[in-house]
């Protein structure tokens, strides 16, 4: 169809046939994988928890790929339709297909949830778990597509300014963008008293100044650290149903990544430069083609393993920090094997790069002998076939 008929097309009705064709192919997909990958986990009912955690990890994650596939799946959509005249997700089509993905995502998650935890989570907490995603984990997609958007086909001062403005965008999602949209939206808030008096207490004993803590209403139980404004994250799940001590030593790890020195968050944020350079993709197209782009991407994977590499060193001093803190290094191991049993994460991951160590040699570094053989790392066939399938399916 020619351009022109093709901008006589009413906005209504390209937003209508995008969105049922975006329907219509993720959710048959997702529901088949779904049912596929919960098999292994279904099978696994009255086995031990690590037993039914490595049954459930290909179905725990594969909404999670879901995201991954399904907005790459767009992208490349956008690259391959690229012409002389037409910008990167210029037309209403993206924009509907990404809002699409969004709903059906967090319908995904839901289900996901209540398959492997039996019930399903509130729908506030399901909302802002989503929330939670999307400003501290996804927050960078739609900076990239907006500034797609505006950047022109060649190098000159324009395309300079989107770069300049999207690394600023991201920075300030860094240093503290993040947690004011988190309360702004009500997913965090001031940890209760009890909570921070634990740190305070563990920070009075060992000699440091305690950040301040914030709880995160999410359905699984995690904590994070937010090393560039100096802050810890816990979820209400890790508080109530963690003991006390086990929940400080969980605090001083994450309070040894606010302790970074500025060369190691120097190091964090170095990905974020490059992370911005993602606004020069029509520059990149344009000029150089599809292979200008796998180049772009090739260098852009190396680097995000370079970053896993110097998370996953950062996360072993965190756990020595740790242990040499609380009173009884004891604490700190079955506090870790607690998240991992709540959560049904497997004790070991066998991933080539991983940004965390593997609980059961975290167990051991903290001298803790867990209770049950090293077990192997959850099986691939599943998640693998499953995977091909949503793809072709979504194709």
């Not at 967090?106 to 778990?129: D, I, K, M, N, Q």
């Not at 004011?180 to 305070?200: D, H, Y």
């Not at 029509?282 to 970053?307: D, E, H, M, Q, T």
């Amino acid at each position: 169809m020619p351009d022109d008929a093709v901008s006589a097309v009413p906005f209504w009705a390209v937003a209508s046939i995008t969105i049922v064709q975006t329907f219509t192919a993720l959710v048959p997909a997702l529901w088949l994988s779904m049912k596929l990958a919960a098999r292994p986990f279904h099978a696994a009912d009255g086995e031990s928890w690590v037993e039914r955690a490595q049954a459930s990890w290909p179905l725990q994650t594969l909404y999670g790929i879901a995201y991954a596939v399904s907005l790459g799946a767009l992208i490349a959509w956008q690259f391959l339709r690229w012409t002389d005249t037409e910008r990167l997700f210029a037309g209403p089509a993206a924009w509907c297909a990404c809002g699409v993905v969004i709903v059906v995502m967090l319908w995904a998650s839901r289900r996901t949830y209540a398959l492997v935890h039996g019930e399903l989570p509130a729908r506030r907490t399901t909302l802002h778990t989503t929330a939670f995603m999307w400003i501290v984990q996804w927050a960078t997609l739609p900076i990239v597509f907006i500034a797609m958007r505006f950047c022109p086909r060649q190098f000159d001062e324009r395309a300079v300014l989107v770069y300049i403005a999207t690394l600023a965008a991201l920075l300030v999602l860094n240093f503290g963008g993040s947690m004011a949209l988190l309360r702004l939206f009500r997913v965090a808030r001031p940890a209760s008293e009890k909570t921070q008096a634990i740190l305070e207490a563990a920070a009075a004993r060992c000699g440091f100044a305690a950040p301040p803590v914030y709880e995160l209403d999410l359905s699984y139980a995690n904590a994070w650290a937010f090393p560039t404004t100096g802050q810890v994250g816990v979820t209400r799940k890790l508080v109530a149903d963690l003991e006390p001590d086990e929940l400080e030593s969980i605090l001083l790890h994450e309070t040894a990544h606010v302790q970074e020195s500025r060369g190691e968050v120097a190091k964090r944020l170095l990905m974020i430069p490059f992370v911005a350079s993602m606004a020069w993709m029509p520059v990149i197209l344009s000029n150089y083609r599809l292979k200008g782009i796998y180049l772009y991407l090739l260098a852009f994977y190396g680097v995000i393993f370079w970053s896993r590499r110097i998370a996953h060193r950062l996360e072993v001093e965190a756990d020595a920090f740790s242990t040499r803190c609380v009173i009884s290094p004891a604490c700190y191991a079955r506090g870790l094997e607690k998240i991992y049993r709540l959560n049904l994460v497997p004790a070991v991951m066998g991933r080539i790069s991983p940004t965390h160590p593997d609980l059961y040699d975290r167990m051991l570094a903290a001298g803790v002998e867990p209770d049950y053989k090293r077990p192997p790392r959850p099986s691939r066939t599943f998640g693998i076939v499953t995977k091909l399938l949503f793809f072709v399916l979504l194709v």
